[in-house]
């Protein structure tokens, strides 16, 4: 799954109005699409300059992959992990959900 401009923007909505923080868990590592045309766009924007003033699209996309850890981290989550059953897309919890769960999960 992927992250397009409209979801980004409820999540920060979500975020920000619910002063969530703390550890965060992605099932499935989610990509980063961001931007896309005409009203979504302009949604998004106007929802960084609302509750992230200063803040553009390029920063909160991973830098080095098509992925979104870095939006999660300045959304204001500290420990940003994703889980899924292969390594496939680099997750940092490698787990099937349907399978025995180690403790320390």
Same mark, same amino acid.
């Given at each position: 799954?992927?992250?397009?401009?409209?979801?980004?923007?409820?999540?920060?909505?979500?975020?920000?109005?619910?002063?969530?923080?703390?550890?965060?868990?992605?099932?499935?590592?989610?990509?980063?699409?961001?931007?896309?045309? @005409? =009203?979504?766009?302009?949604? !998004? /924007?106007?929802?960084?300059?609302? +509750?992230?003033? @200063? =803040?553009?699209?390029?920063? !909160? /996309?991973?830098?080095?992959?098509? +992925?979104?850890?870095?939006?999660?981290?300045?959304?204001?989550?500290?420990?940003?992990?994703?889980?899924?059953?292969?390594?496939?897309?680099?997750?940092?919890?490698?787990?099937?959900?349907?399978?025995?769960?180690?403790?320390?999960?």
């Amino acid at each position: 799954m992927s992250l397009p401009d409209t979801l980004i923007a409820r999540l920060i909505e979500t975020v920000k109005h619910h002063s969530l923080s703390g550890d965060m868990l992605m099932l499935g590592r989610q990509g980063w699409i961001g931007t896309r045309k @005409g =009203v979504a766009a302009q949604l !998004l /924007k106007d929802t960084l300059e609302n +509750y992230m003033p @200063g =803040v553009q699209e390029e920063d !909160l /996309k991973n830098r080095n992959d098509g +992925y979104s850890e870095n939006f999660f981290r300045m959304l204001g989550f500290d420990n940003v992990d994703s889980m899924d059953m292969s390594s496939f897309e680099g997750a940092s919890i490698v787990q099937d959900l349907s399978g025995r769960l180690d403790k320390k999960l």
